[in-house]
């Protein structure tokens, strides 16, 4: 009965905030202003979008406490997901609104991950399995690097990916589903697919984004995920397969920074040359590239279930990436 209660609250709260959101969005005065360039959308739109979502992150773990409900982060696993969430999401505020150069948003995720690391060891991973190798390998000295290495590549590529309404909300939705399938924190996910839903719909009518404080947020919570299922329950994801979930933001990402070093450019200085962008001065359509681009990142992960080895899924991907990549840039000229 107290996990109805929370699930009943947490709809209920985000459903006020759906009847209501003009007026709370004009209170928070915090828009994303189009500037022509990178910005190409007509009016100021809300940015509250990541404040929502850390706002119910915050509801949820205070009603399953208040509900004694124990299908939540344990121990001190679950101050790590606050304090990295509330870190990576004032970060990505603080980018919003200043428009930060990327070393130094860099250096402020840096600073955020050795600082959680610091305090919390237990977020650091000490050995990497592998589905089809069944040697251990050990980082000894070099978790902490690797670690570190994982949250800001993931904290890009997710970011990299938010860049067409619904898009990372679809994508986050689907890693959701996957969480809740494989019993990792059912309760916690349910409640955020509530939140991810109202917003979609915003987003979807173009009325608030998720922002950099958004993205950095969800890419925390991936990560944090990721380490705690695979440190604490049995049926969890291997590193390979992880890889192959998040495969089409990280070979998208790689891409770019490739590109973007060719072209001598700054790695993480944002572009209209994305997957996306590519997909939709192809189509034209919207629509259509959002389901071009959610169905290219989950097939690969369909293909997990069907007990198809990673590095097939991996060649596969990667070459169909590529030959989409080139069609349609070739199309667009």
Known sequence: MSVFFLILFIFLFNLIFFLKFNS??????????????????????????????????????????????????????????????????LV????????????????????????????????????IKISFFEKVYYFHEYSYLFVILSFLLLANAIN????????????????????????????????????????GILNYQNKVFLGDSGAFLISSLLGCTFIYQYKN??????????????????????????????????PFKGDLNHLHHIIYNFTKNKNLTIIITIGSCV????????????????TTTIILYLILITYMRKKNK
């Open 24 to 89: 709370i969005s004009n209170f928070l005065v915090l828009f994303d202003k189009p500037d022509g360039k990178l910005k190409r959308h007509s009016k100021p739109i809300s940015l509250i979008g990541g404040l929502v979502i850390i706002t119910n992150i915050y509801l949820i773990i205070f009603l399953s406490r208040l509900f004694d409900i124990d299908s939540i982060f344990e121990g001190h696993f679950l101050y790590t997901v606050i304090i990295l969430s509330t870190l990576f999401y």
């Open 92 to 127: 990505g505020l603080i980018d919003d609104l200043k428009n930060l150069s990327p070393n130094i948003k860099l250096l402020l995720l840096i600073f955020s991950i050795s600082i959680v690391i610091y305090f919390f060891p237990e977020i650091k991973l000490d050995l």
């Open 160 to 199: 990299m990916f938010d860049g067409i309404n619904l898009q990372l909300i679809l994508f986050s939705s689907l890693i959701f589903m996957l969480f809740i399938l494989k019993g990792f924190i059912p309760i916690f996910f349910i409640s955020l697919l509530i939140c991810l839903t109202f917003l």
């Open 233 to 266: 329950l049995e049926n969890f994801f291997f590193g390979d397969e992880v890889f192959v979930i998040l495969i089409i933001p990280a070979i998208d990402m790689l891409r770019l920074f490739i590109e973007r070093s060719i072209n001598k450019k700054h």
């Open 299 to 314: 097939i690969p992960t369909l293909f997990l279930f069907l007990d198809i080895e990673t590095y097939y899924i991996f």
